[in-house]
């Protein structure tokens, strides 16, 4: 599997001639070459710095054999879609695409204020190897080799994110969700998450624009 590394919370990930990309949002400059090149889209949730909704709507009319997959609240707006072209889903669903398993779970944004209503966040476990876990801090219960770890936003929180890996016990840790931070900043997360300090794993930053290869879990 090889995952590529685009801007914020979005990854594209290959295998066998088939593409997904996850979480491909304004953030994201190259959003509309992403979504050209997969051949299904997932969305962990609403926000717009993970996904684009004009993108995936001409995506949508200009490619029948694409498929968007995202929390109802996500997909409800393209309902005038072609039969079969996005799919709501939740906690408990089992997807296949290409050759890839993927397996939902969560249900819940982590919290940002009490003022500012919950929206529904799933996370993504591809291969029962690289878990995107959108907006949440949700422990899947089962083994994750990969994890991508957002690193800035609202309700990030350095203690809650260390706590959370720890729970999850990757073999490897990968920064997303950077926006927010500068290059220091960036750096100053590698040295929180590393072995030195609060995590067994060291939290590996893919640059933008960068392919990594993945082991078979």
Not at 112 to 124: E, L, S, T
Request: hydrophobic fraction near 40%; glycine fraction near 8%; proline fraction near 6%.
């Amino acid at each position: 599997m090889q995952l590529t590394k685009h801007a914020h919370a979005c990854v594209t990930l290959a295998k066998n001639g088939t593409r997904i990309v996850i979480d491909p949002g304004t953030f994201t400059p190259d959003a509309a070459e992403v979504v050209a090149a997969a051949e299904a889209v997932f969305i962990t949730h609403e926000h717009f710095d993970h996904f684009d909704e004009n993108v995936i709507a001409r995506a949508l009319e200009e490619r029948s054999e694409l498929r968007v997959y995202g929390p109802a609240g996500v997909v409800e707006r393209w309902q005038d879609a072609r039969h079969g072209q996005v799919t709501s889903v939740a906690e408990g669903d089992q997807i296949t695409v290409g050759g890839f398993d993927i397996a939902v779970f969560g249900h819940q944004h982590a919290r940002i204020h009490r003022d500012i209503p919950a929206v529904a966040n799933v996370g993504y476990l591809i291969d029962a190897n690289v878990y995107h876990p959108g907006d949440a801090y949700h422990v899947p219960p089962t083994p994750v080799e990969t994890l991508l770890l957002p690193t800035s936003g609202p309700w990030t929180k350095v203690g809650e994110a260390a706590d959370y890996t720890r729970e999850v016990k990757p073999r490897r840790l990968i920064q997303i969700h950077e926006a927010m931070l500068s290059e220091i900043g960036q750096q100053s997360m590698t040295r929180f998450f590393s072995p030195s300090m609060l995590t067994e794993v060291p939290l590996t930053i893919v640059p933008t624009g960068e392919t990594i290869a993945l082991g078979e879990s």
